[in-house]
């Protein structure tokens, strides 16, 4: 028996307005998952436990079946043991947004943030912003006093990692929950350390926003990498293998550092797409082809296939895009993967569903159950329902989405 999980990222919402009250996966034409959902299992699943944060880094660390309520410690540690990325005892990661805030003449803080990502920034303008930023003499001097490196990523995400730091109080908000906003009451609090982050930030925006790079943006007509935004701080976090704690082999693919950085403490293998973007522009056949590759080795038993695009499509305001992403994991990905599965019999079970909420009426994260799918070619259950979040809701309900692992492996597993 092989496993596949599939992850869309964001996938459910809430009714939307301008669908006439459907949801997206409700407007979506997608045959193949609703076939597999109508011949196993369909239900809903809790993956955000409350207080901790609606968001993929609690929710993929309680679908890989690591409780996020005794492992998480903060989204960055994950995304820094992605890099290869080692924290000493006493460091902090954060995460570090490249961010677009508002053209205007205001005060900085009464200025609004209209992307999380500064415009799904590229790898060349990402890496050219780091270096205005570090070549500043404001702003290096106050990296200088807070002991803190920046360690560059292709893409609006960066992780700086500080020394020493004491975030007793601190309090960050994600970015992306709260586009359109002023941003004064939203940034860094609570102690001497969001003092200092808010600092950085103001000094980044000095260095930003009347640099070459955003002259450069704006006459393109892009949105300008103008600001950072510090988040999700965190701790070093250990996780138990997952081949121990499940008897099962796995492997990873994702663009996104979140996903393969849970995969590397967990000791799976981490599998890299050439044009992976984490974006609507990804490379969904050379993630579809990696996947048919991984099961069909035979060193391994467990393959997941994570797709960022239907939560950032969600974050950019991008309607048409959630849906068109949702349809092109389905059509573009697993329609021709079951094609090969089912001319080969190859015995599988998959795990589909998405890991939160992702509302198309705030462009922000949201907890809450979330429907899931389990299929078993060679035990066909049959729930009779296309795949939707009302559906979901009809059928089993797991209270702790740390649970799906063990429902996807069955009884037989066994530790090795």
Same mark, same amino acid.
């Given at each position: 028996?092989?496993?596949?999980?599939?992850?869309?990222?964001?996938?459910?919402?809430?009714?939307?307005?301008?669908?006439?009250?459907?949801?997206?996966?409700?407007?979506?034409?997608?045959?193949?998952?609703?076939?597999?959902?109508?011949?196993?299992? @369909?239900?809903?699943? &809790?993956?955000? =436990? *409350?207080?901790?944060?609606? /968001?993929?880094?609690?929710?993929? $660390?309680?679908?890989? #079946?690591?409780?996020?309520?005794?492992?998480?410690?903060?989204?960055?540690?994950?995304?820094?043991?992605?890099?290869?990325?080692?924290?000493?005892?006493?460091?902090?990661?954060?995460?570090?947004?490249?961010?677009?805030?508002?053209?205007?003449?205001?005060?900085?803080?009464?200025?609004?943030?209209?992307?999380?990502?500064?415009?799904?920034?590229?790898?060349?303008?990402?890496?050219?912003?780091?270096?205005?930023?570090?070549?500043?003499?404001?702003?290096?001097?106050?990296?200088?006093?807070?002991?803190?490196?920046?360690?560059?990523?292709?893409?609006?995400?960066?992780?700086?990692?500080?020394?020493?730091?004491? @975030?007793?109080?601190? &309090?960050?908000? =994600? *970015?992306?929950?709260?586009? /359109?906003?002023?941003?004064?009451? $939203?940034?860094?609090? #609570?102690?001497?350390?969001?003092?200092?982050?808010?600092?950085?930030?103001?000094?980044?925006?000095?260095?930003?926003?009347?640099?070459?790079?955003?002259?450069?943006?704006?006459?393109?007509?892009?949105?300008?990498?103008?600001?950072?935004?510090?988040?999700?701080?965190?701790?070093?976090?250990?996780?138990?293998?997952?081949?121990?704690?499940?008897?099962?082999?796995?492997?990873?693919?994702?663009?996104?550092?979140?996903?393969?950085?849970?995969?590397?403490?967990?000791?799976?293998?981490?599998?890299?797409?050439?044009?992976?973007?984490?974006?609507?522009?990804?490379?969904?056949?050379?993630?579809?082809?990696?996947? @048919?590759?991984?099961?069909?080795?035979?060193?391994?038993?467990?393959?997941?296939?994570?797709?960022?695009?239907?939560?950032?499509?969600?974050?950019?305001?991008?309607?048409?895009?959630?849906?068109?992403?949702?349809?092109?994991?389905?059509?573009?990905?697993?329609?021709?993967?079951?094609?090969?599965?089912?001319?080969?019999?190859?015995?599988?079970?998959?795990?589909?569903?998405?890991?939160?909420?992702?509302?198309?009426?705030?462009?922000?994260?949201?907890?809450?159950?979330?429907?899931?799918?389990?299929?078993?070619?060679?035990?066909?259950?049959?729930?009779?329902?296309?795949?939707?979040?009302?559906?979901?809701?009809?059928?089993?309900?797991?209270?702790?989405?740390?649970?799906?692992?063990?429902?996807?492996?069955?009884?037989?597993?066994?530790?090795?």
């Amino acid at each position: 028996m092989k496993y596949l999980l599939v992850i869309g990222d964001g996938m459910a919402d809430e009714p939307v307005t301008q669908l006439d009250g459907r949801t997206p996966l409700e407007a979506a034409q997608i045959p193949t998952i609703d076939r597999l959902s109508r011949q196993g299992i @369909l239900g809903s699943t &809790v993956n955000c =436990p *409350p207080p901790l944060p609606a /968001g993929s880094e609690t929710a993929i $660390l309680s679908i890989f #079946g690591y409780d996020p309520r005794t492992y998480f410690t903060g989204r960055s540690p994950l995304e820094a043991a992605a890099a290869g990325i080692a924290l000493r005892p006493g460091d902090c990661a954060f995460r570090m947004n490249l961010v677009s805030l508002e053209d205007s003449d205001v005060p900085f803080a009464q200025r609004r943030i209209l992307s999380h990502s500064a415009g799904s920034i590229g790898a060349e303008d990402a890496f050219e912003a780091v270096e205005t930023l570090e070549r500043d003499p404001d702003f290096s001097a106050l990296l200088r006093r807070a002991d803190m490196t920046i360690h560059r990523f292709p893409a609006f995400r960066q992780i700086p990692v500080q020394h020493g730091a004491d @975030l007793q109080g601190l &309090v960050t908000i =994600p *970015p992306h929950d709260h586009l /359109g906003e002023v941003i004064g009451p $939203l940034l860094p609090s #609570g102690c001497a350390e969001g003092e200092l982050l808010k600092e950085l930030m103001e000094a980044a925006f000095r260095a930003l926003d009347h640099s070459a790079l955003n002259a450069r943006r704006r006459s393109e007509g892009k949105l300008p990498a103008n600001g950072v935004w510090f988040w999700a701080q965190g701790t070093a976090i250990a996780l138990p293998s997952f081949a121990e704690k499940y008897g099962r082999r796995g492997a990873v693919i994702s663009a996104v550092p979140l996903c393969q950085g849970i995969a590397a403490l967990g000791g799976m293998e981490v599998s890299l797409v050439d044009g992976a973007t984490g974006e609507i522009d990804t490379n969904y056949e050379g993630k579809r082809d990696r996947a @048919l590759e991984l099961l069909h080795r035979s060193d391994l038993d467990f393959v997941c296939l994570h797709l960022e695009a239907p939560d950032e499509c969600t974050h950019n305001g991008d309607l048409p895009g959630k849906i068109q992403s949702v349809e092109w994991l389905d059509s573009r990905i697993l329609a021709p993967m079951m094609r090969v599965l089912d001319e080969e019999r190859m015995p599988v079970r998959i795990l589909l569903l998405s890991d939160h909420k992702t509302l198309t009426s705030t462009r922000g994260h949201a907890g809450g159950p979330v429907p899931f799918l389990l299929y078993d070619s060679t035990a066909p259950r049959g729930s009779g329902l296309p795949y939707t979040e009302t559906n979901g809701l009809k059928g089993p309900f797991v209270e702790n989405g740390a649970d799906l692992m063990r429902m996807l492996f069955g009884p037989e597993a066994k530790k090795r």
